[in-house]
């Protein structure tokens, strides 16, 4: 149903919901408030710390809009019995338009550091008159373009009278376990009446999504597997031939995990395998001896990477171990001459293995006889994308890696496609990397510490959170690299970051891996992969606003070679949340632990975001539910189709949902 037969919902409203993604009144109902305000916990500023999220009432004085900065924003005088305080909007220029001179109900973040004065950062904001008449929870959505809290209020309300809403879960199995309505549900999430409806229609509401991803799983693999085409000559004694040209011994882990994929290679079935391993673990020599095997075999094989910093470090690593074989590098940024050759050599059979990035996918990349698909950093690519690869050979088996542990039993929901190995062990020589959070009077003695390693030719990682702050509290690439080129006298530092070219990018990379820097000041675009011996220390700025998978996987790009490496943590919030979640990465080492943690302490709405679940679940990150709620759905929708219910229809639905994601490009 469209949104323009929604009362209210212009041609030029209809444009602003189309800036969200949404198109639709079914797109609409799922537009899930990402926060709410519960007007009976009013809190005057006197009484917040800094830091503190509150519902504050104010007086608006003055609107002052600069649009020329480096940084656009929108600042507001205002007062609060007699107490002045500003409020600050960083490139929202709409901002201005939407407040006026009057009394308003802000929400949002109080910065009161160093006792410099209070301000809020990017509140939102209701004006009080509107927001007394609303009474106890109310919904605060995503805006975009024009639109205000009230106008998707409204039309949010008008959707839920027009939309259909049906649950998949079978009516048998749902009364069985007295589940809410569906449509109750939704309605409940938009218009609660406390915070236990909002947390109740949450879990609902994840339930159902969830049954149906796992439900969608269980469909397309049907418990049946796909029947192998590509026969693979080579012997046992052949592969421990190829992996003893490994400059050291396989660890326990490493060695099972090859004899898993040994054996499905070997076995009637189709290949279709995940590799997961802790940062270190020795995943991509693993899946070197699949590529062996392959090409050993007569077969032509293609390793995909999602970056070309990582395609070409892995372009590197399959030319040192397989020199007897022609080996191609194919990405983006490759001349035009340079795709044409590959391209020919790759149709022709002459090129038996090639690396790259999304240029691979290009319906003009012909193989041979490609029999084998490595997918580094899986997360990374959709199903769509391995897919269209893995099409491109008859019969191809896939290896997909991820170095983002999560637990096991969470791996069986996620990749229901796919069998699942992991690699739980490390090298026995390698040295855990040594992890602090770095108090603010220590900050200069620890930028010294970098200047002597650096004179001692060991390397040193700056990582912050954005590449040009948008946030008063939050430290950008830029900034600190003009503050570090500044202090760091005789230090060679380097800046690095998305929005650069790639070629500039791995220009970069190269002269810091050759050690031409001594320092590189980036975002997280080494987060994966990357692999530079001799750094040994790197700093995290805002460490609080990382997940603390994502801080292990930043971590990890240290401690690569034999010297004691460590990571500092900076963190510009000292939150009892945020203190929490620091205590938890200074103290273990153990990515699965770490992932463990933090599934618990960020909940299943922030675990199963984008990254994770691709965007067909990305709406559902905005829900508080808990993990049993993915459990749950696990076990009902074994219940449904355990024969005791009827699953037809859900079949259908589960079958449509599965097309639906293999449309998804996750990350």
């Known amino acids: 149903m469209k949104l323009t037969e929604l009362k209210f919902v212009s041609e030029k409203r209809e444009k602003d919901f189309n800036k969200l993604n949404i198109y639709s009144c079914e797109d609409l109902v799922r537009h899930f408030p990402r926060d709410y305000l519960d007007l009976t916990r009013v809190a005057p500023l006197s009484s917040a710390y800094h830091n503190d999220v509150i519902l504050t009432p104010c007086e608006v004085l003055n609107v002052e809009v600069n649009r020329y900065s480096r940084r656009p924003f929108v600042k507001a005088l205002c007062q609060q019995n007699g107490y002045i305080f500003t409020a600050i909007w960083f490139n929202q220029p709409y901002v201005a338009q939407k407040l006026q001179r009057g009394e308003y109900l802000f929400y949002g973040r109080v910065q009161n550091k160093y006792g410099l004065g209070c301000s809020m950062v990017n509140p939102s904001f209701e004006p009080k008159d509107k927001a ?74 994840a339930l159902e999504e969830y049954f149906l991803l796992i439900s ?55 290949m279709n395998r995940l590799l997961q391993g802790d940062v270190g673990s020795g995943k991509t020599a693993v899946a070197l001896t699949a590529i062996y095997m392959a090409v050993k075999s007569g077969y032509q094989a293609a390793m995909l990477a999602p ?3 990582l395609a070409k470090q892995n372009c590197d690593i399959l030319r040192a171990y397989f020199p007897d074989f022609n080996v191609g590098y194919l990405a983006g940024s490759s001349s035009a001459a340079e795709k044409k050759a590959v391209k020919k050599e790759l149709s022709e059979g002459v090129m038996r293995i090639v690396c790259g990035t999304h240029a691979v996918l290009q319906g003009d990349v012909e193989f041979k006889n ?28 896939t290896l997909v890696m ?9 791996s069986l929901i996620f990749y229901g496609d796919l069998d699942v190995t992991t690699i739980k062990d490390k090298p026995a020589d390698r040295l855990p990397v040594s992890t602090a959070v770095i108090p603010e009077r220590k900050y200069e003695d620890m930028l010294k510490y970098v200047a002597k390693k650096a004179a001692e030719g060991e390397q040193t990682y700056f990582v912050c959170p954005r590449i040009e702050g948008d946030d008063g509290d939050m430290t950008s690439v830029c900034e600190l690299y003009e503050e570090l080129s500044a202090k760091l006298k005789g230090v060679r530092v380097a800046l690095l970051h998305g929005k650069m070219r790639e070629a500039q990018k791995n220009g970069i990379m190269s002269d810091f891996k050759q050690k031409k820097y001594d320092c590189l000041v980036t975002t997280t ?85 984008t990254r994770q679940s691709g965007r067909v679940l990305s709406e559902i990150k ?30 259908k639905i589960a079958a449509l949902k599965y097309e639906s994601l293999k449309d998804v490009v996750l990350n």
């Open 132 to 205: 007394e008449v609303l009474r106890g929870v109310i919904p605060v959505y995503s805006l975009s373009g024009n639109l205000t809290q009230g106008a998707v209020r409204s039309a949010v309300r008008r959707a839920l009278q027009k939309v259909a809403i049906r649950s998949a879960i079978p009516a048998a199995l749902a009364a069985q376990y007295s589940l809410m309505p569906l449509d109750e549900a939704y309605k409940k999430v938009h218009a609660p009446q406390s915070e236990e409806d909002v947390k109740k229609a949450s879990e609902r509401i």
């Open 307 to 309: 970056t070309e910093v």
């Open 622 to 651: 905005n829900l508080r539910f808990p993990v049993d709620t993915l459990f749950f759905a696990k076990s009902l929708s074994d219940a449904a189709f355990s024969g005791a219910f009827d699953a037809r229809e859900l079949t």
């Open 216 to 270: 969608a799983f269980k469909v397309i693999k049907g418990g049946r597997d796909e029947a192998r085409l590509n026969k693979y000559s080579v012997t046992r004694a052949d592969l421990d031939g190829f992996i003893s040209r490994f400059p050291f011994k396989f660890t326990a882990g490493q060695l099972a995990a090859t004899d898993e994929i040994f054996s499905n290679l070997k076995s009637p079935a189709k």
């Open 525 to 609: 675009v080494v987060e994966v992969g990357v692999d530079v011996p001799d750094a040994t220390t790197i700093i995290i700025y805002n460490a609080e606003r990382f997940g603390l998978a994502q801080l292990h996987q930043l971590r990890g790009r240290v401690g690569r070679g034999d010297k004691k490496s460590y990571c500092f943590l900076i963190a510009g919030s000292d939150s009892e949340e945020a203190r929490e979640r620091l205590n938890v990465i200074c103290g273990s080492t153990d990515g699965f632990a770490i992932a463990e943690a933090d599934l618990k302490m960020r909940g299943g709405g922030d675990f199963m975001g």
């Open 402 to 410: 991820s170095a983002t542990p999560i637990p096991r039993t969470l």
């Open 370 to 397: 490609l029999s084998l698909v490595v997918c580094d950093e899986q997360h990374r690519f959709g199903v769509a994308q391995r897919s269209s690869l893995s099409e491109k050979g008859e019969g191809c088996d």
